[in-house]
T-cell receptor, first 116, second 113 residues
């Protein structure tokens, strides 16, 4: 069965510090997709990134970067120079590219608190 | 892309009553799903809403408690029946569109007293 583990429950940083969120996944499927979502206090889910299992290229988008390593089944997320607006819960999620397409397996989430 | 609206956005209900949540999408979608997020918890898939047939429920969720309808390609409802305080959650509709893009609705915050 598939599983997503976000071991960090909460991370507190001071503004401008970097913060890295860990995500470890388990699946026997060779085709799958990994996601990161942001959930601010308002509750809506904000899509950040999607990666498929065949693309291990790291990605950078502004202050956000992602490190995908199949060898360790990890898909870590780094916020550089954090800002107060980054305070939110961040979820890592896995979707299988088979009959389960569209069904997310979410991690427990990591609460990020950025203080001025 | 797809824009999803949910009604109501929030509600406070008494135990033993039922609430129906609506999910409307502005374009035809291939698949629709319902998720639950209990306070301080992650999101859990309740069921896949199938057009014209019974929904497919995940382990731990049953039709009697969470009946779902999907009369067409752009609309679905989730009913939370015979509510108890443990049903207090955010309920989110999610859709899969052509091109395999997935979107989440804004959620319905339910409090059961």
């Amino acid at each position: 069965a598939q599983k997503v583990t976000q071991a960090q429950t909460e991370i507190s940083v001071v503004e401008k510090e970097d913060v890295t969120l860990d995500c470890v996944y388990e699946t026997r499927d060779t085709t799958y997709y990994l996601f990161w979502y942001k959930q601010p206090p308002s509750g809506e889910l904000v899509f950040l990134i999607r990666r498929n299992s065949f693309d291990e290229q790291n990605e950078i988008s502004g202050r956000y970067s992602w490190n995908f390593q199949k060898s360790t089944s990890s898909f870590n997320f780094t916020i550089t120079a954090s800002q107060v607006v980054d305070s939110a819960v961040y979820f890592c999620a896995l979707v299988l590219g088979s009959d389960s397409w569209g069904k997310f397996q979410f991690g427990a989430g990591t609460q990020v608190v950025v203080t001025p | 892309s797809a824009v999803i609206s949910q009604k109501p956005s929030r509600d406070i209900c008494q135990r033993g009553t039922s609430l129906t949540i609506q999910c409307q999408v502005d374009s035809q979608v291939t698949m629709m799903f319902w998720y639950r997020q209990q306070p301080g918890q992650s999101l859990t898939l309740i069921a896949t809403a199938n057009q014209g047939s019974e929904a497919t429920y995940e382990s731990g969720f049953v039709i009697d408690k969470f009946p779902i309808s999907r009369p067409n390609l752009t609309f679905s409802t989730l009913t939370v029946s015979n509510m108890s305080p443990e049903d207090s959650s955010i309920y989110l509709c999610s859709v899969l569109v052509l091109g395999d893009e997935q979107y989440f609705g804004p959620g319905t915050r339910l409090t059961v007293t």
